[in-house]
């Protein structure tokens, strides 16, 4: 693959080369895929898959938390994978593939909440927020809160310890997950490590879910929770309309703005070639350029970006098109990884064949 040909023929002969490490990810399929996705997890994780065997999937179980419509289940799982590899995900460098196709995740997810404590899960954020929202509105706190939910960091370490990764991209929100995994590992390291030890995994932030987070066209953090992403596959007039309803403050045309508390150049920021965003900057703060005339600018630039992602998109959406093929081959791939480690682990508890 890609990574290994840039080793050059002399050190190959030589060596043996020491194994690339593994940057795992996976995506929740609950909503459609936006801007904010594509900026925040979709391109690091590709950058990543530069460096290091990337193994990225459709975390389709985890969605069923909350998912509770079977239509909207299928057609967001399908977006989310689409969306992905529109934006340039190559299925020949990375193992791409839907959770639920990997039966031996779940049976993995078994052996290891058998070495979580419960009172770890009890302290999960997840979990506590679900909890605390219930006390609040005077409920019992554990109302509406299903086994799912409170074993999902189970699964979830699943996901990364059964593929070996070292390295999972994530936002910030889900740092306690992989912290979770790491000591996961660590309890069934500790008991059965002398036959099969998990290799202990480490998140990575990228960085515009820390300094630069993309913000949604109300200004604060995009996300689906505050309904205020800009999607990524809009037709083009309905994306023209959406970067027109960002709320701008009512400096006239001709006095100078200030750049940085622009929702539309901020977005613009994520977008745009240096030498635009500095020559933007400048115009905006000379004075002569109107709210209007920006979210012009910023509607062409992201016109321009996404219009081919959206072409391959619609085309990977069709019933029937390559996106089930490239799932079904992921799948394949992942399970011969899977299968391995779970013999691994099988013969380590004491379950032979
Ligand atoms: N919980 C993650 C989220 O909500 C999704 C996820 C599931 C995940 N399994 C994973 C992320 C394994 C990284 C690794 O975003």
């Known amino acids: 693959m890609a990574a290994k040909s840039r080793v050059p023929v002399s050190r190959m002969i030589r060596m043996p080369q020491p194994a690339t490490k593994v940057s795992l990810t996976g995506i929740k399929p609950t909503g459609e895929p936006h801007l904010g996705n594509l900026i925040g997890a979709i391109r690091p994780a590709l950058k990543l898959a530069e460096e290091y065997d990337s193994i990225y999937f459709i975390a389709d179980y985890h969605a069923l938390t909350s998912e509770r419509d079977p239509a909207a289940f299928r057609h967001y799982t399908r977006a989310v994978a689409a969306a992905w590899m529109a934006a340039g995900l190559d299925p020949d460098r990375t193992i791409f593939y839907r959770q639920s196709d990997v039966p031996e995740i779940f049976e993995l997810t078994w052996i290891m909440s058998c070495v979580t404590g419960k009172g770890l899960m009890n302290r999960a954020h997840a979990y506590k927020a679900a909890r605390d929202r219930n006390v609040e509105a005077g409920e019992e706190p554990d109302f509406g809160i299903n086994m799912g939910l409170y074993n999902y960091p189970v699964l979830m370490a699943v996901d990364i310890l059964m593929m070996e990764s070292d390295v999972v991209p994530v936002g910030r929100d889900q740092l306690q997950h992989v912290e979770y995994a790491a000591d996961i590992a660590g309890s069934f390291n500790h008991l059965y490590g002398s036959s099969y030890r998990f290799t202990i995994p480490e998140a990575i932030i990228p960085e515009a879910d820390t300094a630069h987070t993309v913000p949604g066209i109300d200004g604060r953090k995009m996300s689906k929770s505050y309904d205020n992403t800009l999607p990524l596959f809009l037709p083009e007039n309905q994306l023209k309309k959406l970067v ?83 799932l079904a081959e992921g799948a394949a791939k992942a399970r011969e990884r899977a299968g391995r480690v779970l013999r691994s682990v099988r013969g380590a508890i004491g379950i032979d064949g």
């Open 244 to 326: 027109r309803r960002i709320p701008t403050d009512s400096t006239p045309v001709e006095e100078p703005k200030d750049p940085d508390s622009s929702t539309v150049f901020q977005i613009l920021e994520h977008f745009a070639t240096p030498e635009v965003i500095a020559d933007t900057r400048k115009r905006l703060e000379a004075g002569g350029v109107g709210w209007g005339e920006l979210k012009n600018q910023l509607f062409e630039v992201l016109n321009a970006e996404l219009a081919p992602l959206r072409e391959r998109y619609t085309e990977l959406m069709e019933p029937g098109s390559d996106l089930d093929k490239y």
